[in-house]
């Protein structure tokens, strides 16, 4: 729900000009600020909180030219016409109101000065001078100010106070106020380019978004589709600015306002040196050095929106011709002006050239701006650009997640009217999308294989392998992957989409199957590759990448991978969201666990769509364990929803990860068998499929959870599994087998060293319990206390470990379940069937668990194990 617009604190300002004002050093202060930075807000503030009330002066444009029309409603005691008789009948009414609350003199406040008459501003100055009042007054920076006015404060009588636009914190907490939910960041990004801080335009571009409709919610996340809207009022506002504006200078702005930035060199052929030098004085354009070229910018970045908000269809097309015949000229004009020039030609009211279109299709693809890329290939389609445009169309449907929509381009097309280069791009393409995007895995495999003898060229046939490797992969047989990955990695020659392809299944395939430390150099030789082909499948590399380095211990190398990756996705708030689905494995494994939910819920929110995505799948998977380390099993349990519904036979390659899922929420719920059942069906999954590094994964989490009986296998994992995490597994099984608390403190504290802290604080934890066991208080207080301290670390962890070492109660690991399921309100018929128990047998440990605590009653053990 949007609320109210709260009064932001400007607490440094108010406070410096509260106190001028009442220890009397200064007649007053001067609240100088660009228009609707907040001057009359906090001018109104300062005045209220001193006297309660003020007379006020104000002044407009109408009553500019009429000699002290702003003093008019005080003036209504006289009619002569001297200004000495006026002066006096002003400070009667001031002498009427006798002492301000505060105990000083009067206050007259005096709003828009620079908008004062001669006399106005002369009569202020008097006020000041003969300090008849203490003075609020505001001043906008850059206007032209009465003399008098200026005088007030180069004379020393007024101390000036600037008034500056919100920081980007402090429009980030007023729009979290006002929203009442995070702004998605690059959405916020937006929103503070188009205000600049100014807390008027930012509230009116915020309303105008919300009644447009292009700012709206998903997944708790607030989000920007589109461009920020320019509501009627501040349209009004802003056009002020071009009420005088000469001709020339506006030509200036209108060019811009269609295609910002332009070179200097560019805009000089559209319109003359001077026009250019005027928009500049006028402050209506600004001008940097940009690498070795002059680049022309619109002073704010509202201007464009309403220059094209109130220009004619015709005059719009007449520019944005014009635009694309002078970049068109540009001898290379790069990645991003092709896409600009492509969406203006279409947009310029005669047919553009396909083959322009397609251009700036496959650079906005490559860009994974997606949806311009699907808007300039459909164009390109419907004038007949041929399979070249029905190519980037699909993908760029493809990479959106719209599979049936992708399918039915590529189904239009006939593979034997193609060369085999074309065929090979449209059936590779096709089989991918098939199996992944419209999630119909049978009809893309036997798409493949009836297709795929029409692909004999050596070159081409590698692109073959490459798919045949993802698909492999899907269909888990990571073996068979990397054996077909290591083909492409050692082809001397082959398309950049198969090299990078073919990484991406080995990589993964890598990664899954424990063999993280062959990883870094398999995902570094897709690099050049990359650069030529789709920058979506750059991330798919990147999350295993992250992964693999996590699960080998290399922590911090993991950590800046993962920021590498955000640095290469900044302005697409697609890539972003893939990039923090990598970045949430990390944070999530050191500690990190606000940062890893901000991000993950991000991910979610701006990943969110109808059809089915392993995108979906990893960043809910990632939130569930994130949430249910935080303690919020409600969360967590949230998150596996949404990761369930993104399941199915396309994706069942994750299907174990989701598994360790479900069985993190059980354990944050308190429900151990069912936490030790999900996690023993997600190890078993793993082994089936060759993912042994899922494997340990999954009976570590059995064994945080009691079941001991994974020493045997985690022990041959060990020899199996690259990295110190599956050892480390294996001891830790044993030492809780056990209850060894050194051995337990010993494992924490390797973890403590490699950055792995989550998991580092859990063993301390469990060393506690081991320690209290054997009645060592000693090293159950000192294992208990390190437990507390990298918990703290890490953003207050509350895993069930840490919950059982810092609320120690003397129970059976079975005891305690009970007791949980009795706290959460279940029957003992409930907890009996939820358990798999007979009901005496329920009763029996809830009878044992009260004799040990000395209660009662079973009401008495619900409360406890609430507290």
């Known amino acids: ?425 449209w059936l590779l393409t096709r089989v991918a999308s098939l199996y992944l995007e419209a999630g119909r895995p049978r009809e893309a495999v036997e798409l493949f294989e009836r297709e795929r003898g029409r692909i004999t060229d050596s070159v081409l046939a590698v692109s073959v392998v490459a798919l045949d490797a993802v698909l492999r992969l899907y269909d888990r047989q990571p073996v068979q992957a990397i054996s077909l990955a290591r083909q492409v990695e050692a082809a001397p020659e082959a398309h950049p989409w198969a090299r990078a392809s073919g990484v991406f299944a080995g990589v993964a395939a890598l990664t899954v199957s424990g063999r993280g430390y062959e990883v870094a150099a398999l995902a570094a030789s897709a690099w050049e590759a990359i650069s030529h082909g789709d920058g979506l499948l750059r991330f798919h590399i990147g999350y295993f990448e992250v992964l693999a380095l996590t699960l080998v211990g290399r922590i911090h190398v993991a950590q800046a991978t993962a920021d590498r990756y955000r640095t290469l996705a900044a302005g697409q708030p697609n890539s972003a969201a893939l990039a923090d689905v990598a970045s949430g494995v990390v944070e999530l494994t050191s500690g990190r666990l606000d940062d890893a939910a901000e991000h993950l819920t991000e991910a979610l929110a701006v990943l969110d769509r109808e059809t089915r995505s392993e995108w979906m799948l990893l960043a809910a998977v990632s939130l569930c364990q994130v949430r249910a380390a935080q303690g919020k099993a409600a969360e967590a349990a949230d998150a596996l929803t949404i990761a369930e519904r993104q399941a199915g036979p396309e994706l069942a390659f994750f299907d174990p990860l989701l598994d360790v899922a479900r069985a993190w929420v059980a354990g944050a719920e308190g429900e151990v068998s069912a936490a030790v059942h999900a996690a023993r069906r997600a190890a078993d999954l793993a082994a089936q499929s060759g993912q042994f590094a899922v494997e340990a994964i999954a009976l570590d989490v059995a064994t945080t959870f009691g079941d001991y009986s994974t020493i045997a296998r985690l022990d041959e994992l060990a020899t199996l599994v690259d990295g110190p995490f599956s050892r480390v597994a294996a001891r830790r099984a044993r030492a809780l087998a056990k209850a060894d608390g050194p051995a337990l403190d010993r494992l924490a504290s390797e973890f403590e060293r490699v950055g792995a802290l989550l998991a580092s604080a859990d063993m301390y934890a469990q060393a506690a319990t081991a320690y209290s066991r054997s009645n060592d208080r000693r090293g159950e207080l000192v294992a208990a206390a390190k437990a507390h301290w990298l918990s703290s670390r890490c953003d207050g962890a509350a895993t069930p470990a840490l919950a059982k070492a810092a609320r120690p109660l003397p129970l059976t690991d079975r005891e305690r379940e009970v007791a949980t399921l009795v706290g959460r309100g279940l029957s003992n018929k409930d907890i009996a069937r939820r358990l798999v128990l007979s009901v005496r047998t329920v009763e029996g440990h809830i009878y044992r668990a009260c004799e040990k605590l000395a209660l009662s009653h079973r009401s008495e053990l619900a409360k406890l194990i609430q507290v």
């Not at 660009?34 to 104000?58: C, N, Y």
């Not at 960041?185 to 008027?200: C, V």
């Open 1 to 425: 729900m949007v609320g109210l617009w709260p009064v932001l604190d400007r607490k440094a300002a108010f406070e410096d000009a509260e106190k001028l004002l009442r220890d009397g050093t200064s007649c007053g202060v001067v609240l100088v600020g660009a228009a609707g930075v907040g001057k009359t807000t906090m001018a109104r503030e300062l005045v209220g909180s001193l006297a309660g009330d003020a007379r006020w002066i104000v002044g407009t444009e109408s009553t500019q030219g009429i000699p002290l029309g702003a003093f008019a409603p005080h003036l209504a005691r006289t009619t002569s016409r001297d200004p000495v008789v006026a002066l006096r009948a002003v400070r009667e009414v001031l002498a009427a109101d006798g002492v301000a609350a505060d105990g000083g003199v009067g206050i007259v406040g005096v709003d828009d000065a620079h908008l004062l008459d001669e006399f106005s501003a002369g009569l202020v100055h008097q006020l000041a001078v003969g300090r008849d009042a203490r003075l609020v007054v505001t001043v906008r920076s850059g206007a032209a100010v009465p003399s008098a006015i200026e005088a007030l404060w180069k004379d020393g009588h007024l101390t000036p106070v600037v008034v500056q636009p919100f920081t980007r914190a402090e429009m980030d907490d007023e729009l979290g106020a006002v929203l009442g939910a995070p702004v998605e960041r690059f959405s916020a990004d937006a929103i503070w380019e188009a205000s600049e801080g100014n807390p008027l335009f930012l509230r009116h571009l915020v309303e105008g978004a919300l009644d447009g409709g292009t700012l709206r919610q998903s997944g708790g996340i607030w989000q920007l589709r589109g461009r920020p809207a320019v509501s009627p009022a501040l349209a009004s506002l802003l056009e002020t600015r071009f009420a005088r504006t000469p001709p020339d200078a506006l030509e200036v702005v209108d060019y811009l306002a269609f295609c910002e930035p332009l070179e200097l060199e560019a805009l000089s052929e559209l319109v003359s040196r001077r026009s250019i030098e005027e928009a500049e004085r006028m402050d209506l354009v600004r001008i940097r050095d940009v690498g070795n070229a002059h680049v022309v910018r619109l002073a704010h970045p509202l201007f464009g929106e309403v220059i094209r908000d109130r220009a004619g269809v015709l005059a719009a097309q007449r520019i944005k011709r014009r635009l694309v015949e002078v970049l068109r000229e540009s001898p290379d004009p790069g990645v991003v002006t092709s896409m600009r020039i492509a969406e203006l030609a279409i947009e310029s009211g005669i047919e553009p050239d396909p083959e322009l279109l397609v251009r700036g299709a496959e650079d906005a693809i490559a860009m994974a701006s997606l949806e311009l890329g699907a808007r300039l290939a459909g164009a390109a389609v419907r004038l007949g650009g041929g399979f070249d445009a029905s190519f980037a169309l699909g993908r760029a449907l493809m990479w959106q997640g719209r599979g049936d929509e992708a399918e039915e381009v590529f189904d239009a097309v006939d593979p034997d009217d193609l060369c085999e280069y074309d065929v090979a791009r």
